[in-house]
């Protein structure tokens, strides 16, 4: 499938692998004033991984501060680092938002309470996982957040969907856009797009 970088129309987020514009069903239709690009990893390998990663959009998206723009399809992923558990399911999102990145970022942890994950284990199996990739072009590092992301260049599972809806992207700190990050990356873990 064919993504479009540009487009930023509101389409309906679908759960079953294509890539979408739209808005979640569960959304509100406040738009946050935002003109900054937040691009945001959903993952899950356990029980209905693609129920999670809907549910986990579905609650992104009906913040009131948050407006969503679009969504990968979904890739069916071999686990990184712990590799003696089920394979993931992944997703990536882009979304405007009026929160500052840390505010953000505590939403995100928020969701992944709410739905159940904990955190026992480095690299474990887990029931969602709410990455945040990039906030624009802004540059952080504290003991809570690093922007970008610092791993993402090392993720094929990560680069593919989100190059497949912002190839174009440039990422700060890196020089180089998603699609070129995808093309150097080292990691050839299995990365296989769901048919819809």
Request: a positive charge.
């Amino acid at each position: 499938m064919t993504s479009n970088p540009d487009g930023c129309s509101q389409r309906r987020a679908t759960p079953t692998g294509a890539a979408s514009n739209q808005q979640p069903a569960s959304s509100n239709q406040h738009r946050a004033s935002s003109i900054e690009r937040i691009f945001v990893a959903l993952g899950s390998n356990l029980g209905d991984r693609a129920g999670w990663l809907q549910k986990a959009l579905q609650k992104l998206s009906a913040l009131p501060a948050i407006e969503f723009v679009r969504a990968s399809s979904i890739y069916e992923t071999d686990p990184v680092g712990k590799i003696d558990q089920p394979a993931f399911l992944n997703q990536v999102v882009e979304v405007r938002t009026t929160l500052a990145p840390e505010e953000f970022l505590d939403r995100l942890l928020r969701i992944e309470a709410e739905l159940g994950r904990e955190r026992r284990e480095r690299w474990g199996p887990r029931i969602i996982d709410l990455d945040l990739l990039a906030y624009g072009n802004r540059q952080a590092q504290t003991n809570r957040l690093v922007l970008p992301h610092a791993e993402l260049h090392r993720r094929r599972f990560v680069l593919a969907p989100w190059a497949e809806i912002a190839p174009e992207f440039e990422v700060a700190g890196f020089k180089a856009t998603v699609n070129e990050l995808l093309q150097r990356c080292d990691d050839h873990g299995r990365v296989q797009k769901l048919k819809t």
